[in-house]
């Protein structure tokens, strides 16, 4: 993992000094608070319902085990003793009180975290694939171009006020695992024919009120120029984005407006300009950057431990948690294991002070001491030995982090939602949990097969509803609280958003809407077909049939009650 | 008398900003005697203000750069206006007359500008700082030319980092 120098331990204890001043001056009354909004945003806090919400950058989802102890720390000493992953990879608290802020960021700066640009109208934590380094199908490492890019946006002077917010994610692999194209600058790292390293730029995708699938505007933009490549982009979006609308204000509203070759043709003449200028990345940094990322001390194993084999023979719930939460490796006889945050009647993402604690003694026990966050909301050991998967399962299973439920029905991704907060139009958490439940036959559950279930509380999407196999939408309908229904959406390659099946829903029949969605499955499916396959394959409109039959909106809600 | 920060130096402000409504007429507007900021559009409808040497061109977000290439090397300062200090258009337009149009005379915000950005402001370039008149006491100015310095080792090649931090200094591998 990236380890500071310096220079960047000195740029968090200034952002502290700086935000702690900009504090004093708000609750002495010398700064207003439309003055104080974008400053304290700027460093994740946010007003919610009950308090503020704190959020904490997670830079592209990895932790180190004093890090997660700080959390659980945080969690303990200045909230209610839990805090919650974001499907940004990061890490929110729900409780702190607004005086006790600087005084957590102080904290953090301590083991090299901050808060920094965790929300505002600027460019946000960079966010990549969980399996980063460790995945079988992994071209390049993205993790040094992560923060490569996580310095040069960090207090970038010049787009510290956007006209909206802006989010980068960065994919090495085969399978996009970052969900690039839903991003507002989508970079995915390419070989050229001569053999070059670089990087294949998408720009403007973004889910919220107006989800679109990033459009491609470069092939090839050779690594070198990443940051001047970048600049460009920021430059016209800056200059040109709207800034009338806050709901038209993202750069998928530009790149539509222009039209994805009259935006290249704007970024391309800017790059011009600033293409080998000073800001070109140097081998020098990038070396220093990437030996940070190298692989651990590996030991030399054979490709199957023989005693993991055998156990997984002989205990079948042991069984069923590998086949779910454990992946695949790289490096022989070592294996990744996602640490599922989905129990029936846990909030989605949330995680305890005490889990945290575990979390990070697991990390230096089976994981070389990193963790990662996953934006489903779960925590991924990133390199353990085949032969500790049981030990590990064991102590997982006494902590509540062994739910078998990893990619299937039940591991849904869900925002806080009107339970906390502002924006929400309807709670999300109680339906996450009402399917949980509905769904708690683990036999049926693996029959099923992988299904991505989003919910967000509002056309915001931060539960990425649009990407969900099947996604549950929030609305609000005369100060009703509604769940408005999509299927066939995905995420990976294929990104696609999904459909509307028809009018929305009271909270009470999510759960059979999303049965009568499953029965139609069964009833189509080929022989291993996933859900989304079958969507696909047959379309929308069977699964509309089985869920509104014959019934106009009206009778449907009659017989709603 | 409004206050202006120079150079990290606190002084008195002797330019005033000539306000157009919409309708007005950009060539026909007066511009009266003294120092006067004005609108791209009057200075742009108006050439011989530029001979007068006490107007200055004001900048919008919208307005481009590049209309003022040909001059700068005889105006007597720059301005660029923040509606909002929210709007960060000004800081692109200030690093592009600095960086692309190699302007080098004073460089100067004016309209909602904050103490929190004086950091931002100064690495974009600008020069000039000229928050609203009465927006800050003495005292508080005094205190705010500390946030010129807020981030001492930034990241990034600016105007006033030419070079990213990676090529002002060596890094040790972590």
């Known amino acids: 993992m990236y380890r500071y120098d310096a220079y960047d331990q000195k740029l968090v204890d200034e952002r502290v000094a700086q935000f702690t001043n900009q504090t004093e001056r708000y609750l002495a009354g010398e700064l207003s608070e439309d003055e104080y909004r974008p400053l304290r945003l700027q460093n994740g806090v946010y007003i919610q319902k009950h308090a503020p919400m704190l959020r904490i950058a997670v830079p592209y989802g990895n932790l180190r085990a004093d890090q997660v102890r700080k959390l659980a720390h945080i969690a303990r000493t200045y909230d209610k003793g839990y805090g919650h992953f974001s499907t940004r990879q990061n890490m929110q608290f729900n409780w702190p009180r607004l005086e006790t802020i600087p005084t957590i960021l102080g904290e953090l700066a301590t083991v090299q975290m901050h808060a920094i640009q965790t929300s505002g109208n600027c460019i946000r934590n960079v966010t990549s694939d969980p399996f980063a380094g460790v995945a079988a199908d992994e071209r390049v490492d993205p993790r040094p171009w992560c923060e490569i890019l996580r310095q040069w946006s960090t207090f970038h002077p010049e787009f510290a006020f956007l006209p909206r917010k802006f989010k980068i994610a960065v994919n090495g692999a085969a399978d996009d695992r970052a969900v690039i194209r839903a991003h507002d600058i989508g970079l995915e790292l390419?070989?050229?024919?001569?053999?070059?390293?670089?990087?294949?730029?998408?720009?403007?995708?973004?889910?919220?009120?107006?989800?679109?699938?990033?459009?491609?505007?470069?092939?090839?933009?050779?690594?070198?120029?990443?940051?001047?490549?970048?600049?460009?982009?920021?430059?016209v979006y800056n200059r040109f984005g709207r800034r009338d609308n806050m709901y038209k204000a993202r750069i998928k509203i530009l790149v539509k407006a222009l039209g994805a070759e009259a935006f290249r043709d704007q970024v391309e003449a800017e790059w011009a300009h600033l293409k080998d200028g000073p800001a070109t990345l140097t081998q020098a940094e990038v070396d220093r950057i990437a030996a940070c990322f190298v692989d651990p001390d590996y030991a030399a194993l054979p490709a199957t431990d023989a005693g993991y084999t055998a156990a997984l023979a002989e205990n079948k719930p042991f069984a069923a948690w590998a086949k779910r939460n454990v992946r695949a490796h790289k490096q022989p006889g070592f294996a990744s294991v996602v640490l599922s945050l989905k129990k029936t009647g846990i909030a989605p993402g949330d995680i305890t002070d005490g889990q945290l604690d575990t979390v990070a003694d697991f990390a230096d026990r089976f994981s070389f001491g990193e963790v990662r966050v996953t934006h489903e909301q779960n925590v991924v050991l990133a390199d353990v030995r085949q032969s500790d998967l049981f030990a590990l399962w064991q102590a997982a299973r006494d902590a509540g982090l062994a739910t078998p439920n990893i990619g299937l029905l039940t591991d849904i991704v869900c925002c806080p939602g009107g339970d906390f907060c502002n924006l929400a139009n309807a709670k999300s958490i109680p339906i996450a949990e009402s399917v949980q439940r509905r769904f708690d036959d683990l036999d049926y559950l693996h029959d099923i097969g992988e299904l991505e279930?989003?919910?967000?509380?509002?056309?915001?999407?931060?539960?990425?509803?649009?990407?969900?196999?099947?996604?549950?939408?929030?609305?609000?309908?005369?100060?009703?609280?509604?769940?408005?229904?999509?299927?066939?959406?995905?995420?990976?390659?294929?990104?696609?958003?999904?459909?509307?099946?028809?009018?929305?829903?009271?909270?009470?029949?999510?759960?059979?809407?999303?049965?009568?969605?499953?029965?139609?499955?069964?009833?189509?499916?080929?022989?291993?077909?996933?859900?989304?396959?079958?969507?696909?394959?047959?379309?929308?409109?069977?699964?509309?049939?089985?869920?509104?039959?014959?019934?106009?909106?009206?009778?449907?809600?009659?017989?709603?009650? | 008398m409004a206050k202006l920060i120079k150079n990290q130096q606190i002084i008195d402000d002797t330019w005033q900003v000539l306000a157009l409504d919409a309708e007005a007429d950009a060539a026909g507007v007066t511009v009266p005697a003294g120092q006067w900021l004005v609108p791209l559009a009057v200075w742009q409808a108006q050439p011989a203000l530029a001979a007068r040497g006490d107007v200055a061109p004001l900048l919008d977000g919208a307005d481009d750069p590049a209309a003022l290439a040909d001059q700068l090397a005889t105006l007597p300062l720059v301005a660029v206006n923040f509606p909002k200090f929210v709007d960060g258009r000004g800081y692109s337009i200030a690093t592009l007359l600095r960086s692309r149009y190699g302007y080098t005379g004073e460089l100067r915000a004016v309209g909602d500008v904050l103490r929190d950005q004086f950091n931002a402001y100064f690495r974009c370039g600008f020069d000039a700082l000229s928050p609203a008149a009465g927006k800050y006491t003495d005292a508080q100015l005094e205190a705010a030319l500390a946030s010129l310095a807020d981030f001492t080792e930034p990241y990034q090649a600016s105007i006033a980092h030419r070079d990213p931090l990676f090529r002002r200094h060596h890094r040790s591998a972590a």
């Open chain 1, 190 to 235: 390419v070989t050229n024919a001569a053999g070059e390293l670089g990087f294949r730029v998408f720009v403007g995708g973004g889910l919220g009120r107006t989800p679109i699938i990033g459009q491609e505007i470069s092939t090839f933009v050779a690594w070198p120029h990443l940051l001047t490549y970048c600049e460009a982009i920021l430059r």
């Open chain 1, 453 to 561: 279930l989003n919910i967000s509380g509002c056309m915001n999407a931060c539960g990425h509803h649009h990407v969900g196999h099947i996604g549950i939408l929030g609305v609000d309908k005369n100060n009703e609280e509604w769940y408005q229904i999509t299927i066939g959406g995905r995420q990976g390659n294929d990104a696609s958003l999904g459909k509307v099946i028809g009018p929305s829903f009271a909270a009470a029949d999510v759960p059979d809407v999303i049965e009568t969605l499953i029965n139609t499955y069964i009833a189509h499916r080929h022989e291993d077909e996933l859900f989304i396959d079958t969507v696909h394959r047959i379309g929308v409109e069977p699964f509309k049939q089985a869920v509104y039959g014959d019934k106009t909106p009206a009778q449907r809600k009659v017989a709603n009650g």
